[in-house]
């Protein structure tokens, strides 16, 4: 069973729609969570950093960390076209492990006009 | 425009072959990461470094090598590759002491046949 799991989509939604991403994980040392969104044959970039538990906002994106459910969440308000992109959850320990993130597999999110 | 550069964009290579990867970073942050990316697993950490001298194994390390002889340069080499390197590779940085915030690259797209 892989550390971190994430629904791979692909997930396609109108405009304007709230899109709901999430992660499950297993190893209970991750404190810190992330959510990079990738386009297309394009490095991934940083969206959300998050650290334990609770929620976090910024603009249009909010997300969720739920430690004692091992589970992580990203919602896009008012999804946009420029929105799609693959998604992909990262974690990691902290400490000597800052860096050395876990991905989720990622998913592909098609937001049409 | 401050970031990593990585080259080659996109290679094909014969099977046995040498290969290295070059990165380069002009932030002057100290940890650099080698990853791979394969559909369906995500992004696989190779190796690392957290300082110039210094590097360390990740996750999928066998096959790969690195050196890190200054701040800025983080070369990867496949020392005789083989078709199950066929991958995207990602060089990334992190910008502080105290966080899992990665820079990534635009990706060196590698087949071996």
């Known amino acids: 069973q892989k550390e971190v799991e994430q629904d791979p989509g692909p997930l396609s939604v109108p405009e304007g729609a709230i899109v709901s991403l999430n992660c499950t994980y297993s190893?209970?040392?991750?404190?810190?969570f992330m959510w990079y969104r990738q386009y297309s044959r394009k490095g991934p970039e940083l969206l959300m950093y998050?650290?334990?538990?609770g929620n976090k906002e910024d603009g249009r994106f909010t997300a969720q960390v739920d430690k004692s459910s091992k589970y992580i969440s990203l919602f896009i308000r008012d999804s946009q076209p420029s929105d799609s992109a693959t998604y992909l959850c990262?974690?990691?320990?902290?400490?000597?492990?800052?860096?050395?993130?876990?991905f989720g597999q990622g998913t592909i999110l098609t937001v049409h006009p | 425009i401050a970031g990593i550069t990585q080259a080659p964009t996109s290679q094909i290579l014969a099977a046995g072959r040498r290969m290295t990867l070059r990165c380069t970073q002009d932030?002057?942050?100290?940890?650099m990461y080698w990853y791979r990316q394969d559909l369906g697993l995500g992004l696989r950490l190779i190796h690392y470094?957290?300082?110039?001298?210094?590097?360390g194994k990740g996750e999928v390390p066998d096959g790969y090598s690195v050196s890190r002889a200054n701040t800025d340069d983080f070369p990867l080499t496949l020392a005789s590759a083989v078709p199950s390197q066929t991958s995207v590779y990602f060089c990334a940085s992190r910008r502080s002491e105290n966080t899992g915030e990665l820079f990534f690259g635009e990706g060196s797209r590698l087949t071996v046949l």
């Open positions: 190893n209970s040392a991750f404190q810190y």
């Open positions: 998050t650290y334990s538990s």
């Open positions: 932030m002057r942050h100290n940890a």
């Open positions: 470094s957290n300082t110039a001298g210094t590097t």
């Open positions: 990262a974690m990691s320990a902290g400490g000597t492990s800052y860096g050395k993130l876990t």
